[in-house]
């Protein structure tokens, strides 16, 4: 019994860290998010963090749904259902999207899910997400912390094998083989990370107003403009960049695809075209970068399938080669660490620690 909590709580663990990747890498909740403002107090407070189910895209009146509306990720309650989409507010607020921000009804494209809920009730943990925010955790932090997590896995399932001995005394003892299966983990997330920070969302924020021009980012409804993007490759070696417009507003791109070697730095120009409906956008540019582990050929076909692909592809790669060298080098079940330990009562143990 034991084992099936301790295996259902790594799995639960899982799932939410495979979903929090996803989500990053795709600019979007899957599982899990937190709220960044009261608009919807009491019902979820700020910071809150709250759990969506992702396949649930036709909600009711009444449900609480995440969409995305003018690139913003926001988290508000339907109240009402029209033949263009659906009508949302927070409960906190006293008009609706629609009337307030002057957002067209939200449509089932927009939805990334509905907030689950027990009676009506959401379930949160409370300002869980304040602590996170502050904590500032950069994507390579979170990308360690989940190796950490999967490395704390390997050991607690496949490193700690115990040994009972006569007199109650009992050896801990770590394989060859572990060791080795806690390093190759331990490359694909530095790989993963490496890559990972890499990528960035660039937005290009703009208002589009009748005093275009009066302000830097002000723009005429239905004016052109250009933005400058400067790039530099901040890691030990080359990689290949791929960019692409992740908003209906952006023209052109001057460069989609090239490689930087280390410490080069580019510049590129996009064209935009804003909206003939006033208000404030975002414009988003995607960039993604890979170390050139296979050929340029392959990253760029796989790139066009899915910008996540060729990462996918890499880490296969590595695993095949950290196999097959697993299976060459003829490493065995030979012990390499053996720790001696002693039964002690927990009143001997709180003894000897304070020395009572």
């Given at each position: 019994m034991n084992k099936i909590i301790e295996y259902g709580i790594l799995a639960f663990v899982g799932i939410i860290l495979i979903g929090s990747l996803l989500g990053v890498l795709m600019d979007r909740p899957v599982f899990i998010s937190y709220a960044y403002s009261s608009s919807m107090s009491p019902t979820i407070d700020k910071g809150d963090v709250f759990f969506i189910n992702p396949f649930a895209r036709n909600p009711q009146v009444g449900d609480i749904v995440v969409f995305n509306a003018g690139g913003t990720w926001t988290v508000h309650r339907v109240v009402g259902i029209v033949e263009a989409g659906y009508l949302t507010r927070g409960d906190n607020n006293i008009a609706t999207d629609q009337q307030?921000?002057?957002?067209?009804?939200?449509?089932?494209?927009?939805?990334?899910?509905?907030?689950?809920?027990?009676?009506?009730?959401?379930?949160?943990?409370?300002?869980?997400?304040?602590?996170?925010?502050?904590?500032?955790?950069?994507?390579?932090?979170?990308?360690?912390?989940?190796?950490?997590?999967?490395i704390f896995g390997v050991f607690a399932f496949t490193g700690g094998e115990k040994e009972k001995r006569k007199r109650g005394k009992r050896f801990i003892r770590i394989k060859f083989k572990t060791l080795y299966l806690l390093s190759a983990v331990l490359l694909l997330v530095m790989v993963s990370a490496a890559t990972f920070v890499s990528w960035q969302m660039f937005p290009i924020e703009y208002a589009v107003t009748s005093a275009g021009g009066v302000r830097e980012g002000w723009y005429l409804p239905g004016e052109s403009f250009e933005q400058e993007i400067s790039l530099q490759n901040k890691n030990f070696y080359p990689m290949y960049y791929y960019i692409s417009a992740s908003s209906p507003d952006i023209d052109y791109i001057t460069e989609t695809q090239f490689e930087l070697s280390k410490g080069e730095e580019k510049s590129i120009v996009v064209g935009v075209t804003a909206p003939k409906r006033t208000s404030i956008y975002v414009a988003?540019?995607?960039?993604?970068?890979?170390?050139?582990?296979?050929?340029?050929?392959?990253?760029?076909?796989?790139?066009?399938?899915?910008?996540?692909?060729?990462?996918?592809?890499?880490?296969?790669?590595?695993?095949?080669?950290?196999?097959?060298?697993?299976?060459?080098?003829?490493?065995?079940?030979?012990?390499?660490?053996?720790?001696?330990?002693?039964?002690?009562?927990?009143?001997?143990?709180?003894?000897?620690?304070?020395?009572?």
């Open positions: 307030s921000r002057n957002t067209p009804p939200i449509t089932e494209g927009q939805i990334g899910g509905k907030v689950i809920a027990i009676n009506g009730n959401p379930i949160t943990v409370p300002k869980l997400g304040l602590y996170l925010n502050d904590a500032n955790l950069s994507d390579q932090g979170k990308m360690i912390i989940a190796g950490l997590l999967v988003k540019v995607r960039i993604n970068a890979y170390m050139p582990l296979l050929p340029k050929s392959v990253i760029t076909y796989l790139y066009g399938i899915n910008p996540v692909m060729p990462l996918l592809a890499i880490l296969v790669e590595l695993s095949l080669f950290l196999g097959a060298f697993y299976v060459i080098s003829g490493i065995g079940n030979e012990d390499v660490l053996r720790i001696k330990r002693r039964r002690t009562s927990f009143r001997r143990g709180i003894s000897e620690v304070f020395r009572i």
